[in-house]
């Protein structure tokens, strides 16, 4: 089985600090993605990597970057975090076209 | 990618089959219909996903209409543990373009 493992699953971070989230697949996956769920309003995605050092923007990469230095690990970097980035991340991971596999996530509280 | 309507909630009784029907009227000829489900507090699993032609595994059956327009999951015998929200989702496999997700069904299987 895939497994798509995330660093924590729970972070409290004050506003203004630097915050990485890791994300870590098992599988040799092609893909990665970055997603955060908010009540109401889904699951929507920050940032995806289709290879090594390859990244693209979602639909609301502002305050936020990504890194993929290794096929295996795609970091999610708050560069100052603020209150409206308190959510639930999501990580997940595929092989080309094939269906993803998500992580179990990490709910980031920024106070 | 193509749009999805879905009921907000849905209840059934535990032993009975659980429907969960989505419309994607602007499904192009090139997109799959997905479904995937998050229990609370875990990253969402993915069930099922089909072309055109009516597709079964372990977990779950996918039917698709005709015209492709709308597609029904079942759940043949509802456990407490199926209680999730169910999310459909239209995508072109082989894409390696993120998923779009909508709000999804809150299915509640009752005792």
């Known amino acids: 089985d895939v497994k798509v493992t995330q660093s924590s699953r729970y972070l409290v971070k004050r506003t203004g600090e630097k915050v990485f989230l890791e994300c870590v697949q098992d599988?040799?996956?092609?893909?990665m993605f970055w997603y955060r769920q908010d009540p109401g309003l889904g699951l929507r995605l920050i940032y995806f990597?289709?290879?090594?050092?390859?990244?693209e923007k979602g639909d609301i990469p502002e305050g936020y970057s990504v890194s993929r230095e290794k096929k295996e690990r795609f970091s999610l970097i708050l560069e100052s975090a603020s209150t409206n980035q308190t959510s639930m991340y999501l990580c997940?991971?595929?092989?080309?076209?094939?269906?993803?596999?998500f992580g179990n996530g990490t709910r980031l509280t920024v106070t | 990618d193509a749009k999805t309507t879905q009921p907000p909630s849905m209840d059934c009784a535990e032993g009975r089959a659980a429907n969960l029907p989505c419309n994607h009227s602007?499904?192009?000829?090139?997109?799959?219909v997905y479904w995937y489900r998050q229990i609370h507090s875990q990253g969402p699993q993915y069930i099922i996903h089909?072309?055109?032609n009516n597709e079964t595994n372990e977990m779950a059956s996918l039917i698709i209409t005709e015209d492709r327009k709308s597609s029904t999951l079942i759940l043949p015998h509802a456990t407490l543990r199926d209680t999730a929200v169910y999310y459909c989702?239209?995508?072109?496999?082989?894409?390696?373009?993120?998923?779009?997700f909508g709000s999804g069904t809150q299915l509640t299987v009752l005792p």
């Open positions: 602007t499904i192009s000829g090139n997109e799959y």
């Open positions: 089909g072309l055109k």
């Open positions: 997940a991971s595929s092989q080309g076209g094939s269906p993803l596999h």
């Open positions: 599988m040799d996956h092609e893909n």
């Open positions: 990597s289709y290879d090594v050092k390859m990244k």
């Open positions: 989702i239209v995508r072109v496999a082989g894409s390696a373009r993120q998923l779009t």
